[in-house]
């Protein structure tokens, strides 16, 4: 080995040799260029030929190195050619929040040209009931329970919701619940379909006969006004604590409620017991009958109102209907037991 090479060697400076297309070679030829920068310029003529040698090294193995580190390029697509746009990545993380709050928010109705509740007459609004889908409990019903009886009627009764019952045959309180209540009308002279008419707040069965969510009563509120306001009752009886409190917008207990006239879309409304909480607890049937006695003389006073054209005042500012509370109420005692037997 000649002297130079030698010292050439030593200093790290001497020729590698690698194959042709050879990747490696590239990458030392790199370290070897900027070894050679980080030692800054050496002289002499052993210095120049191995400048030399180098620079024919990497002019031989650059372009094949190039060309086997890095792939050939795609051919540009013609202008009018989109199928690149099918081989996009999708992109998941955009809709996975908006089927899930698909899923979880409440069935609306989009039909904007759909007429509004409070336009519908009858028949328009039983099939907008029967196909309604404003809330979660219409993919659990048998069916929708949309009302029974007079529809001219002066007694429009009203119920929380349907219960297992109601909702396989489509008419609100039968069973054990509805046999009693006819008993309750019939102590009045009334009978179902006979200026009766009967509805409940929700039009649909809650799961396990549980209550009704807020959201339900809000979604289904309009179908009840809408049936308030075709048949133009002159009193309304709130059957149990839910339908009482629903009507008249409040958390008060049935006990606070009773005994008072309230009213809703500016009907009066009497407080009561549910049938089915009356089947339950016998000793309330008492209390129940106050309650229709009640009933009986506020619808009596409605209908003078009525007549005299004069529209029905609250028993908190009528002294008239506060005496003939206390009358009822007096009337009720002697008859509790032989009309709730």
Not at 181 to 209: E, F, Q, W
Not at 251 to 276: C, W
Request: hydrophobic share 40%.
């Amino acid at each position: 080995m000649a002297l130079h090479e030698s010292a050439l060697e030593e200093l790290g400076l001497a020729p590698q040799w690698v194959r042709r297309g050879s990747a490696t070679g590239s990458a030392m030829l790199q370290d070897e260029q900027h070894g050679v920068t980080a030692q800054g310029p050496v002289t002499g003529d052993g210095v120049t030929h191995a400048h030399a040698s180098s620079d024919a090294v990497r002019a031989e193995a650059s372009p094949a190195a190039a060309a086997g580190a890095q792939p050939a390029a795609p051919a540009a697509p013609p202008e009018d050619d989109f199928t690149w746009f099918d081989d996009l990545p999708a992109q998941p993380s955009s809709r996975v929040p908006a089927r899930a709050a698909e899923e979880s928010a409440p069935h609306e109705v989009s039909d904007a040209a759909a007429p509004p509740v409070a336009a519908l007459d009858w028949d328009a609004l039983v099939a907008r009931v029967a196909g309604c889908e404003r809330c979660r409990l219409c993919e659990k019903r048998t069916q929708t329970v949309f009302g029974v009886g007079d529809r001219n009627a002066d007694w429009m009764l009203i119920g929380e919701a349907p219960g297992e019952n109601e909702d396989r045959q489509g008419e609100p309180f039968v069973g054990q619940a509805g046999k009693l209540l006819d008993n309750m009308l019939s102590s009045l002279s009334l009978a179902r379909g006979t200026n009766v008419y009967i509805a409940n707040v929700l039009k649909c069965r809650p799961p396990g006969n549980r209550n009704p969510e807020p959201d339900e009563v809000a979604r289904c509120e309009p179908y009840l006004q809408r049936q308030v306001a075709l048949v133009k009752p002159k009193l309304i009886v709130a059957l149990g604590r839910f339908a009482a409190q629903s009507l008249l917008k409040t958390e008060a207990s049935i006990s606070s409620l009773r005994g008072r006239v309230h009213a809703y879309e500016g009907v009066p409304v009497i407080v009561t017991y549910h049938p089915a909480y009356l089947l339950r607890s016998l000793h309330d049937k008492a209390k129940a009958w106050q309650d229709l006695c009640l009933a009986r003389d506020t619808w009596r006073n409605a209908a003078a109102s009525a007549a005299d054209g004069a529209g029905p005042a609250s028993s908190s500012a009528n002294p008239a209907t506060d005496a003939a509370t206390a009358a009822a109420t007096e009337a009720a005692a002697g008859a509790a037991d032989s009309a709730t037997a």
